[in-house]
């Protein structure tokens, strides 16, 4: 699929609790949302305790292998790794996972770890060529469109600037290993406020610095296309705060991901449901404010819903996107 052709809306995979229930939700929600015109499904290695991409495998493996119903080549899927995970389904808590999957197996070394508070993060090559085949297996397909490394700024902050952008080289270096051999497609940052603070804020990321180290490894054919960030009428600082900065001229991170070739996908449209009452009654122009908001190629929604589905595709519908 090309990139242009991915629908507005994406399948978000965030939200719920770890057990059959939601998990049968959402399989029937991605389900009716993959058949009725939305393409793009993300997710991420962590999400309830790895259901969230099972139960994307789950609808793939019917949709595609069994009922022939959707072809791969017609769908955008992203899914992120960085942060420790849990197993439910293994009964495997993150700390757990951690020592008897990736330290136990050599996948990881517990000095890999950067660790604030309860998060725990990780930037070495060998975890993310770990969770890239888990989440293919999971997800049941061969390769990945987008993959991206799951809040930076967790390692940036223990870290520091020089560090964190000597391991982001290695890193970028191992995805362009993986692009070659054709595991994914693209890679990218998943952040949550990284790319939106003020330059002196302790765990920013300037977007030009990092697609210099893009740059530095593989030239103007990087993969390096994908950045991800919360983006709702609450929180718009991604299309009005002049915070980046690009040669010598300071822009929006809209305006600097569009110079810089890079697609903006969003998240949180509507603040994880941490919406006033006021808000609740208004949710049609939340919606439309996003989804009208120029530079933004996709925004992820949560949809344990087939209702939800609907309702997002009647939003699709009246900004004319489908």
Request: charged letters at 20%.
């Amino acid at each position: 699929m090309q990139i242009s052709e991915v629908s507005r809306i994406a399948i978000g995979t965030h939200l719920g609790e770890m057990n059959d229930e939601d998990s049968l939700l959402y399989q029937k929600s991605i389900e009716y949302a993959l058949l009725n015109g939305i393409n793009f499904i993300d997710t991420a290695l962590n999400y309830r305790g790895m259901r969230s991409e099972r139960d994307v495998g789950s609808v793939l493996s019917k949709l595609m292998q069994m009922e022939k119903q959707v072809d791969r080549e017609d769908l955008f899927l992203s899914t992120k790794a960085g942060i420790i995970p849990g197993d439910i389904d293994a009964q495997l808590r993150p700390e757990n996972y951690l020592q008897e999957i990736l330290v136990d197996k050599g996948v990881s070394q517990r000095s890999d770890l950067q660790i604030i508070d309860h998060h725990k993060h990780v930037l070495e090559p060998s975890f993310y060529e770990f969770a890239i085949q888990q989440s293919l297996k999971h997800m049941q397909v061969d390769y990945i469109d987008v993959h991206y490394i799951h809040n930076p700024e967790v390692s940036l902050k223990v870290l520091g600037e020089d560090a964190f952008y000597h391991k982001l080289k290695n890193l970028f270096s191992f995805y362009e290993q993986q692009v070659e051999q054709g595991l994914i497609r693209y890679y990218g940052l998943a952040v949550w406020s990284a790319f939106t603070e003020s330059p002196e804020t302790l765990g920013y990321i300037s977007l030009e610095k990092v697609m210099d180290v893009a740059n530095s490894v593989a030239g103007h054919s990087h993969q390096f296309r994908f950045i991800q960030t919360p983006f709702n009428q609450s929180n718009h600082l991604a299309a009005t705060d002049l915070n980046q900065q690009v040669g010598d001229k300071w822009r929006t991170l809209l305006q600097a991901a569009e110079e810089l070739g890079v697609h903006v996908t969003t998240s949180a449209p509507l603040d994880c449901g941490r919406l006033t009452k006021h808000q609740q009654g208004n949710i049609d122009e939340l919606m439309s404010f996003v989804l009208k908001t120029p530079g933004i190629l996709s925004t992820m929604i949560g949809m344990r819903k087939v209702d939800t589905v609907k309702k997002n595709l009647r939003w699709l519908n009246k900004v004319g996107s489908l």
